[in-house]
C-alpha cells in the first residue's frame, strides 16, 4: 500500500466486476482494533478527493459482497 488510496487499489484490480456490490464495500482496519471504517464507497470511487477514499494501510482488508 504505502500511499494507495481505496480507489487506486480498485482501479489496479480492475475495479468490481461480476457479482460484486460496490455500494457494501467494506473496508476493515487491524491496526490499534479499529475495525470496520466507516465510508462511502461509491463516493470514494466517484470522487477520488472525497473523505471516503481512505489512504490503505498494510494489514487492511477490503470485503466485497455478492450483489443480490
Known amino acids: 500500500s504505502g500511499s ?3 480507489s487506486d487499489l480498485l ?3 480492475g475495479g468490481v466486476v461480476g457479482t460484486g456490490e460496490l455500494s457494501a464495500l ?5 491496526e490499534n482494533a479499529i475495525g470496520l471504517i466507516g465510508l462511502d464507497p461509491v ?3 466517484r470522487d477520488g478527493a472525497a473523505t471516503d477514499n481512505v489512504l490503505l494501510i ?4 477490503i470485503v466485497v459482497p455478492e450483489r443480490v
Request: no cysteine.
Open 4 to 6: 494507495e488510496r481505496l
Open 43 to 45: 463516493r470514494a470511487i
Open 26 to 30: 467494506q473496508v476493515y482496519r487491524r
Open 58 to 61: 498494510d494489514g487492511d482488508s
Open 11 to 13: 482501479a489496479r484490480a
